[in-house]
């Protein structure tokens, strides 16, 4: 609560430019998989055997991690990471290297500023 106020007052003395100085960051899995063309699953076969019914399982699904960073301008960061890679301290020190950076090149006054990162990583489904 003392934080949100802070932010209030900030608010209030800075006005709008206290939201160009805010950076979200979102994570969700994400999947993916190729699915099987029409072209791909024809076969030859004689017309008299019976037709051979087509399972409609799903294609092994491969998954992702989506990191992204945004503020209320543009994405400042978009990092794939893929399944079976962990999501640890020194992977995250180095997306947030990779968001400084980004900010640095393209912004550099953002940074001179401040920039409140808000990053909700919690799990959202269990």
């Known amino acids: 609560m003392g934080i949100d106020l802070e932010y209030l007052m ?5 006005g709008d430019k206290f939201l160009d100085c ?3 960051g979102y994570g969700s899995w994400c999947l993916h998989y190729d699915p099987e063309t029409k072209c791909m ?13 087509k399972d409609h399982a799903i294609p092994t699904a491969g ?3 989506l990191t992204l960073f945004f503020d209320c301008r ?7 990471l893929p399944y079976g890679i962990i999501v640890n301290a020194n992977h995250f020190a180095e997306t947030l290297e990779q968001l400084r950076s980004t900010i640095k090149t393209n912004r550099p006054s953002m940074l ?3 920039v409140i990162l808000l990053h909700d990583n919690a799990r959202p489904h269990s």
């Open 10 to 14: 900030w608010y209030e003395r800075q």
């Open 22 to 24: 805010i950076v979200n």
């Open 41 to 53: 699953s024809q076969q030859w076969k004689h017309p008299s055997p019976p037709r051979l019914k």
């Open 63 to 65: 998954k992702v991690m």
């Open 74 to 80: 543009r994405p400042w960061l978009i990092d794939w």
């Open 112 to 114: 001179s500023w401040a």
